[in-house]
Antibody, heavy 115, light 107 residues
Framework: EVQLVETGGGLIQPGGSLRLLCAAS????????INWVRQAPGRGLEWVSV???????HYADSLKGRFTISRDNSKNTFYLQMNSLRAEDTAVYYC?????????WGHGTLVTVSS | DIQMTQSPSTLSASVGDRVTITCRAS??????LAWYQQRPGKAPKLLIY???FLERGVPSRFSGSGSGTAFTLTISSLQPDDFATYYC?????????FGQGTKVEIK
């Protein structure tokens, strides 16, 4: 059974950094594309980033240069490193994957950027 | 980037109603479109991919159609579990984008 569990969220001051983790089970992260999607409070879904099985990465244009997606095949875990955080980055962050689109989702982890 | 626009933003309906939600892409995306359902406090759930293919386990009252730039999600007979927010999402190329969502409320 495919499972995704996000951790690493919390309260962080503006300008700070945070690393989110997504622990995967039931499949190997080394040969699957992995995505991050976020949702600000009371708002819609926003696609953030993908790490493709071949190692290519893509990001939402608004985030380039601040966020970095990566994975550790030995831990079957992938990550979202978030730097220079702003109030508008406050959101629930979901990791998601699937053979075609986003068939499997984690429960999400809340990131709050506030002083 | 490809922009996705859904209409309406909110829809009030009753159990048993036929409901249609529209999604338009700012440029052609062939049939690279998915639909998701999200209930409050929960992660989204994939309903439909490639515009009209029903994800396994999804009730047959859900259906999708369209190609190019215009797409629809139809619920043939609304059930109590269907009151939720629905999102379209293209996957023609990166960056992927979602529509702004359509909330289906109880009338």
């Amino acid at each position: 059974e495919v499972q995704l569990v996000e951790t690493g969220g919390g309260l962080i001051q503006p300008g700070g950094s945070l690393r989110l983790l997504c622990a995967a089970s039931g499949f190997s992260v080394s040969n699957t594309s992995i995505n991050w999607v976020r949702q600000a409070p009371g708002r819609g879904l926003e696609w953030v980033s993908v790490l493709e099985s071949d190692g290519n990465t893509h990001y939402a244009d608004s985030l380039k240069g601040r966020f970095t997606i990566s994975r550790d095949n030995s831990k079957n875990t992938f990550y979202l490193q978030m730097n220079s955080l702003r109030a508008e980055d406050t959101a629930v962050y979901y990791c998601a994957t699937g053979a075609i689109v986003l068939e499997y989702w984690g429960h999400g982890t809340l990131v709050t950027v506030s002083s | 980037d490809i922009q996705m626009t859904q209409s309406p933003s909110t829809l009030s309906a009753s159990v048993g109603d036929r409901v249609t939600i529209t999604c338009r892409a700012s440029q052609t995306i062939s049939r690279w479109l998915a639909w998701y359902q999200q209930r409050p406090g929960k992660a989204p759930k994939l309903l439909i991919y490639r515009a009209s293919f029903l994800e396994r386990g999804v009730p047959s009252r859900f259906s999708g159609s369209g190609s190019g730039t215009a797409f629809t999600l139809t619920i043939s007979s609304l059930q109590p579990d269907d009151f939720a927010t629905y999102y379209c999402q293209h996957y023609d190329d990166y960056p992927w984008t979602f529509g702004q969502g359509t909330k289906v409320e109880i009338k």
